[in-house]
T-cell receptor, first 113, second 116 residues
Framework: QQQVKQSPQSLIVQKGGISIINCAYENTAFDYFPWYQQFPGKGPALLIAIRPDVSEKKEGRFTISFNKSAKQFSLHIMDSQPGDSATYFCAASKQTGANNLFFGTGTRLTVIP | DAGVIQSPRHEVTEMGQEVTLRCKPISGHDYLFWYRQTMMRGLELLIYFNNNVPIDDSGMPEDRFSAKMPNASFSTLKIQPSEPRDSAVYFC??????????????FGPGTRLTVL
């Protein structure tokens, strides 16, 4: 059973546009929501993360929006660039000793010039 | 630090052969994770260790898969016998308890396994 559901599976955006990727979860015990970015041939790397005590977190062109009541969170990439072309994974975790992450299925983003 | 190191980067083998994937975590990290990535199933957690002890292996698909961590700087994932459906990219990741109890997992470059 997929603990974190992610959509869309793929996304094509024009350079300068806004990329939006959505995720939803069911387990209310989750209290840490990171996004990982993966370039072809590389392992995923942490991009940005949020805790449920805030509704939004912004780092440069990347923003996470979090809706605790709806159990949804999303990644917004403003002014998308061709260098942002990658696969993006949302994830969720509980603050336990392991913090093992439950990943979404990934979104392949292509930003066209 | 060199980051998480995995070897080999690519492995091509024939069905029925034994395959061993290797991982060296980041020094000082006390958690180690093995993942499998396929187009169909995305990133799947296979097993993770804490202080060299396996904690949760519920993601290991079958008895053909086994993982060990004999010391803090080395882990192996073994498939015996291998099957074509095992073809995937296998990632190792390591982490340590961060501030506030949240861990960032650092991934290795992965091993692309092809079983013919």
């Amino acid at each position: 059973q997929q603990q974190v559901k992610q959509s869309p599976q793929s996304l094509i955006v024009q350079k300068g546009g806004i990329s939006i990727i959505n995720c939803a979860y069911e387990n209310t015990a989750f209290d840490y929501f990171p996004w990982y970015q993966q370039f072809p041939g590389k392992g995923p790397a942490l991009l940005i993360a949020i805790r449920p005590d805030v509704s939004e977190k912004k780092e440069g062109r990347f923003t996470i929006s979090f809706n605790k009541s709806a159990k949804q969170f999303s990644l917004h990439i403003m002014d998308s660039q061709p260098g942002d072309s990658a696969t993006y994974f949302c994830a969720a975790s509980k603050q336990t000793g392991a913090n093992n992450l439950f990943f979404g299925t990934g979104t392949r983003l292509t930003v066209i010039p | 630090d060199a980051g998480v190191i995995q070897s080999p980067r690519h492995e091509v083998t024939e069905m029925g052969q034994e395959v061993t994937l290797r991982c060296k975590p980041i020094s000082g990290h006390d958690y180690l994770f093995w993942y499998r990535q396929t187009m169909m199933r995305g990133l799947e957690l296979l097993i993770y260790f804490n202080n060299n002890v396996p904690i949760d292996d519920s993601g290991m698909p079958e008895d053909r898969f086994s993982a060990k961590m004999p010391n803090a700087s080395f882990s192996t994932l073994k498939i015996q016998p291998s099957e074509p459906r095992d073809s995937a990219v296998y990632f190792c990741a390591s982490s340590t308890q961060g501030r506030g109890g949240y861990n960032e997992q650092f991934f290795g470059p992965g091993t692309r396994l092809t079983v013919l």
